[in-house]
């Protein structure tokens, strides 16, 4: 927001005034996604205390199913060159199909390019004026300066460039006993994120706060962990320390080009919440008893159908969640990988929230000739790849016999909702998260932000509310502010979080009561907007 947008008012003492009669968790409290503190081992619901226990019959499968990946590679004493993060299976970036055979994971291609054009890696020189005018620049190396991933241009041309930004850090660890966060040059800022083995930097002239930009290297940094482990990443720079982890990674660039392309699009990673496909709830109770009545298999964990990235069920094994983070890990594999179009694929995947030592295996596959409707079942079994592909086709059937295929297939074709169905004149857009199930839901986009520009700016609004709500020096709990295009109203309880953008002349009165309209309509249509119940196996 421009320094010269006048008129902000800051509202932290009236939280009673906008919504009354709202309880904090009023849109459900199912517990169906793992809360969005994501270092906290319990979460409170209800009165209750769910803890994620991370020393349960499944995750001790997860890891010693990692060991065992460990062990058939011969690196337990071995050479690093020969380590593998998935044994004798493919790796995220590739896939196998019913009949056993994998594809090169080089030959997929993006799923993303309706998002963002992906950036080319094989660019020669990397000094060009249109190179140095990039919006946001990525850069991921080792502890000792070894490229590992840049956003634009090939790692190679950059040497210099990855040492200059390995000295910095070096310099203030070794001088000052410190870690850098940030550099600020001029209307850019360098962001670091610097973990035990991997240091991640951003250099951006956008409008996200270096807070928001660490969560995005921090999603970043997990994508790794999902193509490799976090065991295998430190058993690898434990045997060499300036191992070239582009080895490892080769092939797998696609899913950071895809998650980086997802953040500027997609809300959720800012919120740390999943958007759902809205469907009637009767239609999305059948469609999760499909799944219940057809795949009772002992050691499936996870099943979810996810239509043009929308969750639209989600089943689970007691006792077991999973983390937005990992739900969007999930998506972003799905995005990027055209080749799961093609057949049943069969690959490893390790979501870093749920258990960042070992791999999961993902059953993937869609249910509808068009691609929109993906299934994954996620297993700790290895060898169960076409009993869950019998899962799949009684899945399948039972979905075509009670239209729930046809319903999935009406609900994308009608684009979400518009803004007029909640019947609020001024309302431009919003984004509502209820917490106590990490799901949230906002309309289509519509005038005046149908241009790439205009979306890019709204999305700095958003950037610009949240972090001003979530400021560590002064936490609010509602923020009013009118801009030169918009007036902004975010509200944030312990139960849902709310960001409205209105049109420029609304008052704050005319604000509060137009959130307490929206509060009531989604109310109204909560069990169609949200998974409010949890369904497990």
Same mark, same amino acid.
């Given at each position: @927001? ?5 008129? +902000? ?21 199912? @517990?169906?996604?793992?809360? !969005?503190?994501? !270092? ?11 803890? *994620?226990?991370? %020393? ?7 890891? +010693? ?56 890696? !094989? ?11 990039? %919006? ?15 956003? /634009? ?11 200059? @930004? ?25 962001? #670091? ?50 191992? !070239?982890? %582009? ?7 696609? #899913? ?36 219940? +009545? ?21 089943? *689970?094994?007691?006792?077991? #969640? ?105 309302? *431009? ?9 990490? +799901? /949230? ?32 020096? *002064?936490?609010?709990?509602?923020? /009013? ?57």
């Amino acid at each position: @927001m421009a320094a010269k947008e006048a008129g +902000q008012t800051e509202l932290a003492t009236e939280t009673e005034e906008l919504c009354e009669d709202l309880a904090p968790g009023d849109c459900g409290s199912a @517990m169906l996604i793992a809360s !969005d503190s994501d !270092d906290n081992l319990s979460t409170e619901f209800d009165g209750l205390k769910v803890f *994620r226990n991370k %020393r349960g019959h499944i995750h001790e499968i997860v890891r +010693q199913s990692s060991q065992e990946h460990g062990d058939s590679s011969g690196t337990e004493h071995g050479d690093v060159n020969d380590v593998g993060p998935n044994g004798d299976q493919t790796t995220p970036g590739a896939s196998e199909d019913s009949s056993g055979e994998q594809s090169d994971g080089k030959e997929l291609d993006g799923g993303v390019k309706d998002l963002c054009i992906l950036p080319e890696h !094989d660019e020669d020189d990397v000094k060009t004026p249109d190179w140095r005018a990039k %919006r946001k620049h990525v850069f991921i190396l080792s502890d000792s300066g070894k490229p590992v991933y840049s956003r /634009y241009g090939n790692e190679d041309k950059l040497v210099t460039t990855f040492g200059v @930004m390995q000295a910095l850090v070096s310099f203030v660890e070794d001088s000052n006993h410190d870690s850098i966060r940030s550099i600020v040059v001029g209307d850019h800022r360098v962001v #670091f994120l610097h973990y035990d083995n991997i240091i991640l930097v951003c250099a951006t002239c956008g409008m996200e706060s270096d807070r928001q930009i660490r969560i995005q290297l921090n999603y970043l940094y997990n994508q790794i962990l999902s193509v490799l482990t976090l065991s295998t990443l430190k058993k690898i720079f434990k045997q060499r320390r300036n191992y !070239d982890l %582009r080895r490892q990674l080769s092939g797998s660039e696609k #899913f950071l080009d895809s998650l980086l392309c997802m953040m500027e699009t997609e809300p959720g990673l800012l919120l740390s919440a999943v958007r759902c496909l809205p469907i009637e709830s009767q239609t999305r109770d059948m469609i999760a008893q499909s799944i219940v +009545q057809n795949a009772k298999i002992k050691d499936l964990v996870f099943a979810l159908i996810i239509a043009n990235s929308q969750l639209v069920t989600l089943v *689970r094994m007691k006792r077991y #969640f999973l983390h937005p983070m990992d739900l969007h890990l999930i998506i972003n594999l799905i995005n990027a990988a055209e080749s799961f179009k093609a057949a049943e694929s069969w690959t490893p995947i390790c979501l870093p929230k749920f258990d960042s030592s070992g791999f999961l295996q993902a059953h993937i596959s869609y249910l509808d000739e068009a691609c929109q409707t993906c299934l994954l079942l996620l297993s700790v079994d290895r060898d169960c790849f076409f009993t869950l592909s019998e899962c799949k086709t009684k899945v399948t059937e039972r979905l075509i016999k009670y239209n729930g295929l046809k319903a999935i297939s009406d609900s994308l074709r009608k684009d979400s909702y518009n803004i007029s169905k909640c019947g609020i004149s001024d309302l *431009r857009h919003f984004l509502y998260k209820n917490k106590s199930t990490a +799901q /949230y839901t906002s309309p289509e986009l519509e005038a005046p932000y149908l241009s790439t520009e205009e979306q890019e700016r709204l999305f700095g609004l958003y950037y610009y509310l949240h972090n001003r709500i979530h400021s560590t020096s *002064r936490p609010l709990k509602i923020l /009013y502010h009118v801009g030169q295009y918009e007036a902004l109203l975010g509200w944030v309880t312990q139960g849902f979080e709310l960001y409205a953008v209105f049109s420029p002349l609304v008052t704050k009165s005319l604000a509060i009561n137009a959130v307490n309209k929206l509060m009531a309509w989604i109310r109204k249509e909560a069990s169609r907007l949200f998974i409010l119940e949890s369904v497990t196996f």
